[in-house]
């Protein structure tokens, strides 16, 4: 009894050392609040987000209803990556997405696609919100999108981010439909 207490201390001592020599290398190389946008911008709030190795960073005004974003996912030099907010439900269908990738002629562009079914075509398209100021550019092997939204009166929203590797035609190809890129939507409070 008196042993097995003893192990079961010491197998939880072991299991904190274990947590302290992890959670410093974690903050050092996984808070978003310390990154350093190209553009010298600063944004009000960040999270770093469970899925794809990404994150967002933003800036709510709620009085013009604006929601200033960068969102920040890791990508191969010809993939794509793309962040949006579904008004509707917590999931891809409905998404309001912005989309970026190399275009063929060198360029990073970025627009935005409404996400209508399961298979979207991915090409450019009127959304539901408007959208300012959107730019593109890759980064230390991120993709990022700059974008200005209007949220009219709302500021907790669903977002859905993903990332893929192949682009062709100048169009986003499939991503992978396993693991963490089934599980890349969250509701976010901006306000
Ligand atoms: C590449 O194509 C995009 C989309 O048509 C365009 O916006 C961009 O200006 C082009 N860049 C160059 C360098 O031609
Ligand atoms: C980008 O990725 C390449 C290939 O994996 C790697 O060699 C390089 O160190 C990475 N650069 C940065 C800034 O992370
Ligand atoms: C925003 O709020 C105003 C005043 O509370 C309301 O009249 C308007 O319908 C709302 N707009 C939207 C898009 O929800």
């Known amino acids: 009894m008196c042993n097995s207490l ?19 290398s974690l903050y050092a190389d996984d808070s978003c609040s310390s990154y350093t946008f190209s553009t010298d911008e600063t944004f009000a709030s960040c999270i770093d987000l469970p899925h794809l190795n990404a994150a967002l960073h933003w800036t709510y005004a709620p009085k013009p209803g604006t929601l200033r974003v960068a969102f920040r996912a890791s990508q191969v030099r010809h993939g794509w990556v793309a962040w949006g907010i579904n008004p509707i439900a917590m999931k891809m269908v409905g998404t309001q997405a912005l989309v ?13 696609t409404s996400i209508d079914s399961y ?9 539901t919100l408007p959208i300012y100021n959107l730019l593109a550019e890759y980064v230390n ?37 396993s693991g963490e890129n089934l599980k890349s939507v969250g509701t976010i409070s901006f306000g």
Do not use: C
């Open 6 to 24: 003893l192990s079961l201390m010491s197998l939880s001592f072991y299991h904190i050392l274990l947590l302290l020599s992890f959670l410093p």
């Open 100 to 112: 970026a990738f190399r275009h063929s002629n060198g360029s990073m562009i970025s627009y935005g």
């Open 119 to 127: 298979a979207p075509l991915m090409s450019p398209g009127e959304l």
């Open 141 to 177: 092997n991120e993709t990022i999108i700059y974008a200005t939204l209007g949220l009219w009166n709302t500021s907790e929203l669903n977002v859905v981010w993903q990332v893929g590797d192949k682009v062709e035609k100048d169009l986003p190809q499939r991503h992978e439909i």
